[in-house]
């Protein structure tokens, strides 16, 4: 039986000192089936939901095969979108903290092309990115692919149904016979077998969806059957009688993302939607200010239903019920992860009751369903995010790092540790989440205080549409 230490994989000092220093001790049930085959360079095809630590269990086995000496491109980790992009490129990073001279680079889109095209040339070990942008770089001749050893398809299915099967296909055609190759998928339809069969070799296919599906503690699951025109009574009857610290709206099209962000805002619930019509800046801030406690309330269309990486969220509630089975389970997936408590909720309509029907059929469970009447709801109830978001403008490129800001805040600002949230450090600009209660004292410092001797533009972030 496989043991569900770290230690007792065959991993470098290295790679074991950053697993450790990382927390990581115990291996989730993804990572004990899945990584000893990576280790031994099988293909492998994984199917398993958000949540499950399959990104640490690809990233360990890309590292162990890798060769530092070597700056030529040896492993590609393609995903459907940026987010989800960035958050395995970050994991990757961190899990390779303790090796020497590794090189990520991410290729995606809404960033500029000359900047990655020279960081591929001064030499890089992983490249992580979106399909049209791999492609991209492919087609001009700034990506090469001789050397790659591993290739991982992150979340296949959504790649598959973002239209991207043409693009998957171009791009494995480019790489070496004589690799390894990873398939991972929270659903494995005929199309992503088809796929499997064109571009892996007698894979080892793990499944572990159904259990993470079905151990996961969400506490409540509950379906609200009301009229259509009470489906927005419906939602603040839920946030005013559960009052989530956090929560994530699903809509099931852009004009509703906006419209149900809208009508929350105006009833003291601060929210902010992301859906395919913003630009990327705009979906990049929408994501830091929900990461970092500023803005409590994501609604999101399907775009955001995987790969982001949001711990200890409270509440979900479908606005509208999605069109398959499948895509309800992964909303909900987003709340009760790691052995924490959930609540998943879904306003229905009568037209949509076959939809809960299918859902039903798919749980192989009965649904549950409650009246508004039965909720007891709080008219002076508000919600507000703990933290609020600075911007600064000065970054990478100016010789910013995290704990500048922080000492710049802790020292002369006179804010406590316990006052600082999260701090991202961008190229040209930085962000960095304040305790509300502290806005103003740190707000007057950076207006008249410098960070690293030199001073420093600052405004606060607020909530996009």
């Not at 290729?107 to 979106?130: E, N």
């Not at 296919?205 to 009470?230: G, M, R, Y």
């Not at 809960?356 to 549950?368: N, P, S, W």
């Amino acid at each position: 039986m496989t043991s569900s230490l770290f230690s007792s994989l065959p991993l470098n000092p290295a790679q074991l000192d950053a697993l450790s220093g990382l927390g990581y001790a115990h291996m989730t049930p993804v990572q004990a089936q899945s990584i000893p085959p990576i280790l031994q360079r099988q293909d492998v095809i994984i199917q398993a939901k958000t949540g499950s630590g399959k990104t640490a269990a690809f990233a360990i086995g890309l590292l162990h095969h890798l060769n530092p000496r070597f700056f030529g491109v040896q492993a590609v980790v393609m995903c459907p979108t940026r987010e989800l992009a960035e958050q395995v490129g970050q994991a990757i990073r961190q899990l390779a903290s303790r090796m020497s001279n590794v090189k990520v680079v991410m290729l995606c889109g809404g960033k500029p092309f000359g900047a990655q095209r020279d960081s591929l040339q001064h030499g890089a070990h992983i490249v992580v990115g979106t399909p049209g942008r791999i492609q991209d770089h492919l087609q001009r001749g700034t990506l090469e692919l001789k050397g790659v050893t591993s290739f991982v398809l992150d979340e296949a299915d959504r790649m598959l149904d973002m239209g991207f099967a043409d693009v998957m296909a171009e791009i494995t055609a480019k790489l070496p016979a004589n690799r390894q190759t990873l398939l991972l998928s929270a659903t494995f339809p005929d199309d992503i077998k088809k796929i499997s069969r064109s571009i892996q070799k007698n894979p080892i296919q793990i499944t572990v969806d159904a259990e993470v599906a079905h151990d996961e503690v969400v506490l409540e699951q509950v379906f609200f059957e009301v009229q259509k025109h009470e489906r927005n009574v419906a939602l603040l009857a839920i946030f005013e009688h559960y009052r989530p610290a956090n929560a994530m709206v699903f809509c099931n099209t852009k004009k509703q993302c906006a419209e149900v962000a809208r009508f929350l805002r105006e009833h003291d619930i601060e929210a902010a939607a992301i859906h395919g019509d913003l630009e990327q800046r705009e979906r990049d801030q929408v994501l830091l200010q929900f990461a970092n406690n500023s803005c409590p309330v994501l609604v999101a269309s399907d775009v955001a239903a995987r790969g982001l990486d949001i711990p200890s969220l409270e509440m979900v509630v479908n606005f509208e019920l999605p069109r398959d089975a499948d895509t309800y389970v992964h909303r909900i997936g987003r709340t009760g992860r790691a052995g924490e408590s959930g609540q998943a909720f879904s306003i229905v309509t009568p037209p949509e009751a076959p939809r809960m029907r299918v859902i039903e059929d798919y749980l192989k469970a009965h649904c549950v369903c409650d009246v508004l009447a039965s909720l007891d709801r709080d008219p002076n109830y508000e919600l507000q995010g703990a933290m609020v978001t600075l911007q600064l403008d000065a970054g990478r490129k100016q010789k910013i790092r995290p704990g500048d800001i922080l000492g710049a805040l802790t020292g002369d600002a006179g804010l406590s540790g316990g006052q600082i949230g999260k701090i991202k450090i961008l190229d040209n600009g930085s962000y960095v989440a304040i305790e509300r209660s502290a806005l103003r004292q740190a707000m007057n410092y950076l207006a008249e205080g410098k960070v690293k001797g030199r001073a420093i533009k600052v405004r606060r972030m607020k909530a996009q549409r």
